[in-house]
């Protein structure tokens, strides 16, 4: 089945900067990629995703890039805000998001 | 409804007890899947429902778990002689359709004590 790796687990970044999640996979066959979001006790929430087609997809401050020959994507913010920290989560699914297996998580901190 | 409903929020059950989790998806989502999240971990898959029919069932890590979509809206995780190890946060999703991006509900923590 397929695997997730993620990297950092904890990131801590001063207000304005970029931050800048990995993460692996293993399965060739998978090609969709989404990102998730989690605030402390709530649910988690889509914030973009990438399909296999596509190299970078792009929403506002930020950015999704999938290098499929590596098996590796990664997110980006930019000018980061305090509202910004939270648990970040990706995912990959070989059958277009039917069954998505998730990273482990990045903890996101934005200081003032 | 507005988003996906689950109930209980919250669940604290005996050991070897049995339990219903309910999920309720948005109106009209035809795809429902089920997650368990452990403290500091990503969900894991357990199933998912296309209309009434559970199209892949591979992440129910036994046979005391088993979940029903009857009508294809509603549906129901239970879990059989829980044991302690079986404490999570149980969340539901759903999708317009396969291959679409999730909505989650907000989950039932489960405590097994």
């Known amino acids: 089945g397929e695997n997730v790796e993620q990297h950092p687990s904890t990131l801590s970044v001063q207000e304005g900067d970029s931050a800048v999640i990995k993460c692996t996979y293993s399965?060739?066959?998978?090609?969709?990629f989404p990102w998730y979001k989690q605030e402390l006790g709530k649910r988690p929430q889509l914030i973009i995703d990438i399909r296999s087609n596509v190299g970078e997809k792009k929403d506002q401050r930020i950015a999704v890039t999938l290098n499929k020959t590596a098996k590796h994507f990664s997110l980006h913010i930019t000018e980061t805000q305090p509202e910004d920290s939270a648990v970040y989560f990706c995912a990959a699914s070989p059958g277009g998001g039917n069954k998505l297996t998730f990273g482990t998580g990045t903890q996101l901190k934005v200081e003032l | 409804g507005a988003g996906v409903s689950q109930t209980p929020s919250n669940k604290v059950t005996e050991k070897g007890k049995y339990v219903e989790l309910r999920c309720d998806p948005i109106?009209?989502?035809?795809?429902l899947y089920w997650y368990r999240q452990s403290l500091g971990q990503g969900p894991e898959f357990l199933i998912y429902?296309?209309?009434?029919?559970?199209?892949?069932d591979s992440g129910l890590p036994n046979d005391r778990f088993f979940a029903v979509r009857p009508e294809g809206s509603v549906s129901t995780l239970k879990i059989q002689r829980t044991e302690r190890g079986d404490s999570a946060v149980y969340l539901c999703?759903?999708?317009?359709?396969?291959?679409?991006?999730?909505?989650f509900g907000s989950g039932t923590r489960l405590t097994v004590v």
């Open positions: 999703a759903s999708s317009p359709g396969t291959g679409t991006g999730y909505t």
């Open positions: 429902f296309q209309g009434t029919g559970a199209a892949d």
């Open positions: 109106s009209g989502h035809t795809a």
């Open positions: 399965d060739s066959a998978s090609n969709y």
